[in-house]
C-alpha cells in the first residue's frame, strides 16, 4: 500500500537533502513543496503552523525535521 507523502523543502537546507535522499533509497515516492521557489507551499507552510523545513506530510500525518526513526515507522520500511 502507498502512502501519500508531501516534503516540504527549502534550496539551502541539508536536513531536506537528507530527508529526500532517505525517501529515495527506500524507493518512496514523494511529492516535494520547495518554499524557496513556490509562494503557494510557503503559504501551506504556514498556515499548519511551521516556519521551518523540512516539514513531511506522510498521509496527512507529520513529521517535523528528518527523524529518521518515525519516517520508518510511519512508512513501514
Known amino acids: 500500500m502507498s502512502k501519500k507523502v508531501v516534503v516540504y523543502t ?3 537546507c541539508p536536513h ?3 530527508a529526500k535522499n ?3 533509497e527506500k524507493g518512496v515516492e514523494f511529492q516535494e513543496k ?4 513556490d509562494v503557494e507551499a510557503r503559504s501551506e507552510l ?4 511551521f516556519m521551518g ?3 513531511i506530510l506522510v498521509d496527512g500525518e507529520t513529521v517535523e525535521g528528518f527523524n529518521k526513526g518515525k519516517l520508518e515507522k510511519l512508512l513501514e520500511v
Open 46 to 49: 504556514m498556515e499548519m503552523g
Open 34 to 37: 520547495n518554499v524557496s521557489t
Open 53 to 55: 523545513v523540512p516539514i
Open 10 to 12: 527549502s534550496n539551502t
Open 22 to 24: 532517505f525517501l529515495k
Open 16 to 18: 531536506c537533502t537528507s
